[in-house]
C-alpha cells in the first residue's frame, strides 16, 4: 500500500519515512513538501489511497490541503501528525474527518500504529485528541464537575465549549488585545454589551482577569 508523507521539513519527513520503513515494510512511502506537490503525486498514484498530514506545511494550511486532496481522492485515508496538540487544532482537525491524531512527539511505535491503523479502515487518536473528543462529548458535565477531568487543558476546553457564539468572538478579540472599546467599535456593540460579554467569558471559563484569559487562549491554541 501507497502512503504519502506531507511535511515541509525535509529532516523530519525523511528522516520518519525512514523509520517507518522499518516498522511497516509492507507499505511504500511517498513524499511530498508542497500541496501541490502532494496533489501531484497522487494524480500520478492511483494506489496511494492514505496520506499522513502536517498541519502547517510551509505557509499552508494542512486541512485547506487536505480539501485540496480530497477533490482529486475523496475516499483518501488521512491520519495528522502534528506538532500541535492545543484543543482548537485538535478540534478543526477531528471536525474535518480525519481518520487518526497523533503528535510528533509520539514514540515511533505509536506512530507506526496510527499508520497500521488508519491503513486498515480503522481510527487512531493519541490522548491528546481523545481528550478532546470526550470534551466535547461531555462538556457540560465537566465543566460543572459532574464528570472528572484528566486535566486542566481538557477543563479549560469543556469551559470554553459552554460559550455562545458571540462569547467566543468576544473572548477571540480580547486574547488578541483588543480593548472593551475597541471590540464594541469593531463590532458595532454598546461598551456595556462587550463588558457583559467579557463577564459571561470570565465567569464560564473561570478565569479571572486579562493575564489568565491570554495564558488560556494560548493553551487552547487560539495563537
Request: a neutral charge; aromatic letters at 6%; proline letters at 2%.
Amino acid at each position: 500500500m501507497k502512503v504519502l508523507l506531507i511535511d515541509d521539513h525535509n529532516m523530519i519527513r525523511e528522516s520518519l519515512v525512514l523509520a517507518l520503513k522499518k516498522e511497516c515494510p509492507d507499505f511504500d512511502f511517498l513524499q511530498a513538501s508542497t500541496g501541490d506537490e502532494a496533489k501531484e503525486i497522487l494524480v500520478k498514484n492511483d494506489d496511494c489511497k492514505m496520506i499522513v498530514l502536517d498541519l502547517q506545511v510551509g505557509k499552508e494550511n494542512g486541512l485547506f490541503i487536505l480539501s485540496e486532496l480530497r477533490a482529486v481522492r475523496p475516499e483518501i485515508k488521512t491520519l495528522v501528525c502534528s506538532a500541535f496538540s492545543e484543543p482548537l487544532t485538535v478540534e478543526n482537525a477531528i471536525s474535518a474527518k480525519v481518520q487518526g491524531y497523533i503528535t510528533k512527539t509520539s514514540d515511533l511505535s505509536e506512530i507506526a500504529l496510527a499508520v497500521k491503523m488508519v491503513a486498515s479502515g480503522k481510527e487512531y487518536f493519541c490522548t491528546e485528541a481523545l481528550n478532546v473528543m470526550k470534551a466535547n462529548v461531555n462538556a457540560s458535565k465537566i465543566a460543572s464537575g459532574l464528570l472528572d477531568s484528566p486535566d486542566r487543558t481538557t477543563r479549560l476546553f469543556a469551559n470554553y465549549k459552554k460559550l455562545s457564539p458571540k462569547e467566543k468572538e468576544c473572548f477571540g478579540l480580547l486574547a488578541q488585545g483588543f480593548s472593551v472599546s475597541e471590540i464594541a467599535q469593531k463590532l458595532g456593540k454598546s461598551i456595556k454589551t462587550v463588558e457583559n460579554q467579557r463577564t459571561a467569558v470570565y465567569e464560564k471559563m473561570e478565569i479571572h482577569g486579562m493575564g489568565e484569559l491570554a495564558e488560556g487562549a494560548r493553551i487552547l491554541g487560539y495563537y
